[in-house]
C-alpha cells in the first residue's frame, strides 16, 4: 500500500534552533498534503494544508513565520520549526493524499517527537 | 465551526468483549468519516472509511456505521484481543481547503488479557 515516510523520528534540540521535518510520499504523488500537531492525550490539531507549488493555508492561530512549510514536489513536503522554544515540543504528524477526490486514502507518517530543551 | 467528540475518553474491557465506541460531530456537511488506530507514539492506521452517501463499513471483526443526520457514528468491535489495545481516533471530512480532517479526541482502548 501507499507509504509516507517522515523524518526524523525523534529530534531534540536547544531552545532558539531552527528543526525540518521531512514527509516523503514514497509511491504515489502527493497533491495535498497535511500538518498536524499532537500534545499527549490529546487529538491531532490541524496545522496547514499544502498543496504542491502554492502557499500553505494555516489555521487559525498557527503562527505561518515559525511554523514554516513547503510543498516543493509532488513527493515532498517539509515543515521548519524556527526559533524553537520548549512550548514547541510536540509530536508533529503529516499526512498525504495522493488524488483529488476527496474519498481518496489519506496516508499518513509515523510522526517526528520534537523536544525542545 | 466543526467539532467532534468520542466518549468514553477511556475504556478498559476484558478478553472476548464485544464493544462499541462513539463518535459524534456537530456539523453534517461532511464529505466522509473515518476511524484510525493509533499506538503509542506512532502514526495513525486508517481503520474504515465511510463516505458521506454510505451508512456502514466493515472490515474483520470492525464494523462503522455513520448516521449524518444525527451528526453520529459507532465503531463496533467484536470479540476483543488484547492487541487491539490503542488509541482509537474517529474524524470527518469537511469540504473545504482540500477536504481536510478534523479530529475527535480519540477513545483510549485497553483489552485485558
Known amino acids: 500500500g501507499a507509504v509516507v515516510s517522515q523524518h526524523p523520528s525523534r529530534v531534540i534540540c536547544k531552545s532558539g534552533t531552527s528543526v525540518k521535518i521531512e514527509c516523503r510520499s514514497l509511491?504515489?504523488?502527493?497533491?495535498?498534503m497535511f500538518w498536524y500537531r499532537q500534545f499527549p492525550k490529546q487529538s491531532l490539531m490541524l496545522m496547514a494544508t499544502?498543496?504542491?507549488?502554492?502557499?500553505?493555508?494555516?489555521e487559525q492561530g498557527v503562527e505561518k513565520d515559525k511554523f514554516l512549510i513547503n510543498h516543493a514536489s509532488l513527493t515532498l513536503s517539509t515543515l521548519t520549526v524556527t526559533s524553537a522554544h520548549p512550548e514547541d515540543s510536540s509530536f508533529y504528524i503529516c499526512?498525504?493524499?495522493?488524488?483529488?477526490?476527496?474519498?481518496?486514502?489519506?496516508?499518513f507518517g509515523n510522526g517526528t517527537r520534537l523536544t525542545v530543551t | 465551526k466543526q467539532e467532534v467528540t468520542q466518549i468514553p475518553a477511556a475504556l478498559s474491557v476484558p478478553e472476548g468483549e464485544n464493544l462499541v465506541l462513539n463518535c459524534s460531530f456537530t456539523?453534517?456537511?461532511?464529505?466522509?468519516l473515518q476511524w484510525f488506530r493509533q499506538d503509542p507514539g506512532k502514526g495513525l492506521t486508517s481503520l474504515l472509511l465511510?463516505?458521506?452517501?454510505?451508512r456502514e463499513q466493515t472490515s474483520g471483526r470492525l464494523n462503522a456505521s455513520l448516521d449524518k443526520s444525527s451528526g453520529r457514528s459507532t465503531l463496533y468491535i467484536a470479540a476483543s484481543q488484547p492487541g487491539d489495545s490503542a488509541t482509537y481516533l474517529c474524524?470527518?471530512?469537511?469540504?473545504?481547503?482540500?477536504?481536510?480532517?478534523?479530529f475527535g479526541q480519540g477513545t483510549e482502548l485497553s483489552v485485558k488479557p
Open positions: 509511491d504515489f504523488q502527493a497533491t495535498t
Open positions: 474524524a470527518v471530512g469537511i469540504y473545504n481547503q482540500g477536504g481536510k480532517l478534523i
Open positions: 465511510i463516505q458521506s452517501s454510505q
Open positions: 499544502s498543496n504542491e507549488g502554492s502557499k500553505a493555508t494555516y
Open positions: 499526512s498525504a493524499r495522493g488524488g483529488t477526490d476527496y474519498n481518496s486514502p489519506l496516508h
Open positions: 456539523d453534517s456537511a461532511i464529505y466522509n
